[in-house]
């Protein structure tokens, strides 16, 4: 066998055929585990995609990062409003153990509840662009701006009528911002191509 051994009934592979390869610090067949190291070097990247699938990430995968995402952020926001208010409300107490339980009794209660509110609104606000997009089965701005308005209603649906309809208006209003600045630089090329 030339190239350095191979198991019994295996092909050998001479140095010739490897004259291509860069072998940095490997021989040309591995001993051990009889590997061509051609099979190594790749020259792309490569994913491995289930049949019919994007590249992208979809709605139902980008809902897990949106809704941890949005507990981090509630509980960050939260502990530093707890601690302004904690600070505000001891401020005629000296430096204490007491003052400090109250502080951070304050942190931690603000934080909690900034966390659960912004994971609710977040959870429905995927639940809703999930089912969106299953239903009509595109993906567009369309769906975000439709899953906001649902979940601004749906959230403040305790409140009446009104609060439904100012429930709405506030998510459409958010989620409709949110497109439009997702898509600025397509609407400005556009136009700017109108214009000439």
Request: glycine share 16%; aromatic share 8%; with cysteine.
């Amino acid at each position: 066998m030339e190239g350095g051994g191979g198991s019994a009934g295996g092909a050998g592979y001479s140095h010739a055929d490897l004259a291509g390869v860069p072998l940095t610090g490997m021989n040309p067949l591995s001993p051990y585990l009889n590997v061509d190291p051609r099979y190594l070097v790749q020259d792309t990247d490569e994913f491995i995609l289930p049949t019919g699938a994007n590249k992208t990430r979809g709605r139902f995968e980008l809902a897990f990062f949106t809704i941890g995402g949005c507990c981090m952020t509630g509980a960050a926001f939260g502990a530093m409003n707890g601690l302004r208010l904690g600070l505000k409300e001891t401020q005629n107490m000296a430096w204490s153990k007491p003052r400090n339980v109250q502080i951070l009794n304050m942190v931690t209660r603000q934080g909690a509840l900034w966390a659960n509110t912004l994971g609710s609104l977040a959870l429905l606000y995927s639940a809703f662009g999930v089912i969106i997009e299953k239903t009509r089965g595109a993906e567009d701005d369309l769906n975000t701006v439709a899953a906001g308005t649902m979940t601004g209603m749906l959230y403040k649906c305790t409140g009446g009528l009104r609060g439904i309809a100012r429930g709405g208006l506030t998510g459409l209003t958010l989620t409709s911002l949110y497109a439009l600045y997702n898509n600025w630089e397509h609407m400005k090329g556009s136009l700017l191509q109108q214009s000439l």
